[in-house]
């Protein structure tokens, strides 16, 4: 039971989601309370032989949160008597205020340092290269206009960054635009920041095609973790591979050599193509690392699905189909429809600015909230 977790969306609408709301609501629960003393319990138990560790316990871990705990009672209870400080004393009122400012900062330190330390960085947070896909969708022409231009606002995002960006596969429209297009990128925990982009992007506008009407076009973004070589091994054994002659531009050598290769996982039925090189085994290289990606992906799939299928908070599975953000260009609005939060300025957003930056570390945050339910709904 997670009734007492249930944060109410008012709140967040209106505040945010801060540390100070959900993570405070949490910390000072019964039930978390609960997962305090089972921690108490376990650490006593081993320390006086009557236990041993079991799986991958962690008594360094145990005692962390324990010490971080006692750090967050002390200053919350130094804060409120502060606070009965300045309610009863005016003489002293000025110079309380500022010592609660700064009580206030180190708690919300503390309350982080707490939460990171129950729900420690795993190893796909650590990941410093991944791969987005851009597919266009719903709407034509115009579905592939948008399209381009989400590629365009993450290109900006990545050089704001200091990300490096590198184009993959990019296949243009018939009239302009970007039918698909995939994107190699590189920075120190780029998955971790960029994992939360995935599913369905909506916009709302007047299309440069029919400027008679408004029209609502979609298109998907997907993002995948790029394997360290150790954890995904793609065997060989279980690859059938084909060759074929590349297509487009590229001189005189297109469609004389067969450069461009397709690989077909035969367990799973994935195939991946590729023909962006001019040799064959380039192309292979890569068509390898791609199915790689893929191939993690499932499982990280498979993982979220599992934990989704228990959680009923209201912020939806974040599963790659479902629809992310909605870009309103008449009303000047980008809405997520996870966080239920609404920014302004559009043309801000699209050039990666701040506000996209901030909706990326909301959603981690949101993220690190879930991940510390199922942390004390499991004690």
């Known amino acids: 039971m997670r009734l007492f977790l249930r944060c109410p969306w008012p709140l967040i609408q209106r ?20 997962y305090i003393d089972a921690i108490k319990d376990k650490l ?43 309610k009863s004393n005016d003489s002293l009122k ?14 919300n330190e503390i309350l982080d340092d707490l939460v990171k330390s129950i729900v420690p960085l795993q190893p796909l947070d650590l990941l410093s290269r991944c791969q987005m896909e851009f597919t266009s969708g719903v709407g034509g022409i115009e579905s592939m206009y948008f399209a381009e231009e989400i590629v365009q606002m993450y290109n900006c995002l ?10 993959y596969q990019v296949e243009k429209g018939p009239q302009g635009g970007i039918r698909s297009a995939i994107i190699s990128l590189e920075g120190e925990q780029i998955y971790s920041a960029l994992r939360f982009e ?25 993002v995948l973790p790029v394997p360290e070589e150790t954890q995904v091994q793609v065997l060989s054994t279980d690859c059938k591979t084909e060759t074929m002659r590349a297509s487009g531009p590229g001189g005189q050598n ?35 690392k791609r199915l790689g990606a893929i191939l993690l992906q499932q499982k990280v799939d498979e993982v979220q699905s599992k934990i989704s299928r228990a959680r009923k908070l209201q912020v939806g599975s974040r599963a790659r189909a479902e629809k992310v953000r909605t870009f309103n ?30 909706f990326i570390n909301e959603l981690k945050r949101l993220n690190t909230y879930e991940r510390l339910l199922d942390e004390i709904s499991a004690s």
């Not at 369905?200 to 095609?209: A, D, L, M, S």
């Open 329 to 358: 260009f008449q009303n000047d609005r980008i809405t997520d429809h996870r966080l239920k939060l609404s920014v302004s300025n559009v043309d801000e957003f699209m050039h990666g600015g701040p506000k996209l930056e901030y």
């Open 254 to 288: 297109v469609n004389k050599r067969s450069s461009a290769v397709r690989i077909t996982h035969v367990p799973s039925g994935i195939a991946v193509h590729c023909m962006e090189e001019r040799f064959q085994h380039l192309n292979m290289q890569l068509a390898y």
């Open 158 to 167: 990545a050089d704001n960054k200091g990300w490096k960006w590198s184009p």
């Open 198 to 222: 995935a599913g369905v992007h909506r916009v709302q506008r007047v299309p440069r095609t029919d400027p008679s009407r408004m029209h609502t076009s979609t298109m998907s973004v997907a």
């Open 15 to 34: 505040r945010s989601i801060q540390s100070d709301s959900l993570y405070h609501a949490i910390t000072t629960a019964p039930e978390f309370n609960k």
């Open 44 to 86: 006593d138990k081993y320390k006086s032989g009557e236990t041993h560790l079991e799986g991958n316990e962690d008594i360094g871990r145990w005692e962390k949160i324990l010490e971080n705990r006692l750090r967050l009672e002390k200053t919350f209870h130094d804060l409120k008597q502060l606070d009965e400080l300045m």
């Open 94 to 107: 000025d110079l309380a205020e500022e010592d609660s400012a700064r009580l206030n900062i180190e708690y």
